[in-house]
């Protein structure tokens, strides 16, 4: 019995290093967060939005100047392409995006999230077609 609780407790232990070391991981990946989205602008076209790959990540649609007017997030060719004036959620006036890819769908959430929050801390304001959020 002595020899099988000390078995379970470095079972335990092994476990919450593990654990520890995760969280870790996700605190560090977690840490550039307040980084807007890196990527260039690319023009909102049907072809463009074709080459994308259709994994998760957060996107950004912007107007003719830059100005953002839509965050979001998903299956980015899937979500991108739903955008388009005859598509299921257009936004009207986009005429540039760009994406970010992540590992998974939270850490999809978790970065569009982040980026809604810069973008309000910026301007106090959430995004013209993210008015909805908060």
């Known amino acids: 019995m002595n020899n099988s609780s000390s078995s379970a407790r470095r079972i335990i232990k092994d476990i ?5 070391e995760r969280t870790k991981e996700t605190y560090i990946t977690l840490g550039d967060d307040n980084m807007p989205i890196q990527a260039k602008w690319s ?3 049907k072809d463009n939005v074709n080459k994308e790959k259709d994994n998760f990540g957060i996107y950004e649609l912007g107007d003719t100047s830059g100005d953002s007017l839509y965050i979001g997030r998903g299956r980015v060719r899937n979500r991108l392409t739903s955008h388009f004036l005859n598509g299921s959620d ?7 995006y760009r994406t970010e890819y992540t590992e998974s769908e939270l850490r999809c ?9 810069a973008y309000f ?3 106090g304001k959430y995004p013209k ?3 909805r959020r908060g």
């Not at 919450?16 to 520890?20: M, R």
């Not at 257009?90 to 540039?96: A, F, L, Q, T, Y």
């Not at 959430?109 to 929050?117: K, P, S």
Request: glycine content about 4%.
């Open 109 to 117: 959430e978790q970065r569009e999230r982040a980026e809604m929050d």
């Open 90 to 96: 257009p936004i009207p006036g986009s005429s540039k």
């Open 129 to 131: 077609y993210n008015q």
């Open 16 to 20: 919450d290093a593990d654990i520890l």
């Open 121 to 123: 801390k910026k301007y």
């Open 43 to 45: 023009d909102f076209t």
